[in-house]
């Protein structure tokens, strides 16, 4: 496969303030190549070929076994996976990249930003809304950040035509935060994302695995300080110390990774969350506005069905309502009975008494996550003080 200037071009169109001077860019791609150790391309121009795909912030890391794998390896024993089996089943992958490309030697690091400007969760909306993660209220990020990665493998390919590549976005077998921070791509905050110092942590990853030698980028310096604000804001105390998650308590993962019952000691710190939660970034510093360049992909913009979805509406759409809503969504992890949960549990938290009859509908549900939570959340809205 060989794709040149005009596919990069064409992938960024998508893209917002597209406002570059086409010329100069025609120039940069056509310009002298420097050699490289194994490389018969200047790094200089990957950087400038994964911007032209919207990529933000692109580095290299060796592939090598790194000593923080323990760490992932601690999180298992410690129980913080909660049931998420496939990280510890190919751990072994994980800690060594060879394993699933024959001969790697190094990894390209791409962080594209998917943030599209609105309110956050904590901001005054509409009563009755939930709250959906506003990484999620766009299209799937694994088709555009793959795409993205696919034209940019595509570029690298007509480099080096005997090299080989393989891309993830999210769901292989890779340790994307730490590679993240070995590539010099941003340093793993406290909430134990990866922040860029100028566009903040609203960022996608993605990795490309080559065999070639590729000159490895210098790791960041960890810019969190004295600040906790992230670990003093989480409803569910995930954090046992800084930069350790304990998934079994976010409501990232209750809500989207979680299949079946939500233990009903986690449903109230779940609040109005319907899928994801973006509490601990929100409150990052390094994610104020004010000092962010935008510049997300329009395909994240916020679709109007999952930018604070209505809770009444989303318990009274039948499977296959939910369904077409989900379409070229990464809601979809969720699945219809997921959501219909997760909506039932907010309408638990949300202490409006005219949610009753429509929670009290799936309170015999045949999916026990569905009926267990209606019936946990017909009890809170009963309990609640009748008006005079
Ligand atoms: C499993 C998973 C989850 C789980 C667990 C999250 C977690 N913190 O581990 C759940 C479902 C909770 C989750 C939630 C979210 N996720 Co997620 N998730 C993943 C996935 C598939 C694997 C992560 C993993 O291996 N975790 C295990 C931990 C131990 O590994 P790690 O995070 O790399 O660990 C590093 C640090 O925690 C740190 N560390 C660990 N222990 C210690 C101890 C000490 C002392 C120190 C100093 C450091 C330290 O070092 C570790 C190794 O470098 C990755 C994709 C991938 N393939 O990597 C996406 C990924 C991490 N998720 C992502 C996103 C966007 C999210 C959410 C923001 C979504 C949302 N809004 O709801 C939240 C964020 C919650 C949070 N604060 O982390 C992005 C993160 C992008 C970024 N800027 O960092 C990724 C990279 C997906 C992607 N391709 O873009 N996720
Ligand atoms: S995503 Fe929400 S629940 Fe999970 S650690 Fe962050 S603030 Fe806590
Ligand atoms: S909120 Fe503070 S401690 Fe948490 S990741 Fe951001 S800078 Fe680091």
Sequence with gaps: ????????????????????????????FHGSNVAMPDAAFDQAQ??????LLGIVRVGVAAVQRYPEMERVRDWIANGYAAEMAYIERRIEDRDDLTRILPGARS??????????????????????????????????????????????????????????FKRYVDTGPVPERLLAAKAGVGWIGKNSCIIDPEWGSYLFLGVILTDLELVADEPIT????????????????????????????????LTIELRGEVPETHRAGIGDHVFGCDLCQEVCPWNQRAKRPTGADKRFAARADWHAPDVAELLQLDDEAIRRRLRHSSMKRTKVQGLRRNALIAAGNLKDPDLLPLVSCYCEDSDVGISSAARWAER????????E
């Design 46 to 51: 990957l950087r400038e070929a994964a911007t």
């Design 380 to 387: 809170r809205l009963r309990e609640l003080p009748r008006p």
């Design 1 to 28: 496969m060989s794709r040149g200037i005009d596919n990069l071009m064409g992938t960024r169109g998508a893209n917002e303030g597209d406002d570059s001077d086409h010329a100069a860019e025609t120039k940069f």
């Design 222 to 253: 960890d810019h969190c300080g004295s600040c906790r604000a992230c670990l003093e804001v989480c409803p569910t105390d995930s954090f046992p110390q800084p930069y350790v998650l304990d998934a079994r308590r976010c409501i990232s993962y």
């Design 107 to 164: 990894v390209i690091v791409a962080a594209v930003p998917y943030d599209t400007n609105q309110a956050d969760s904590r901001a005054p909306r509409a009563g009755g809304s939930a709250w959906v993660s506003r990484y999620a209220w766009g299209d799937d990020y694994h088709d555009v950040v793959g795409e993205k990665l696919d034209a940019l493998e595509a570029w690298l390919t007509e480099q080096a035509p005997t090299a080989h």
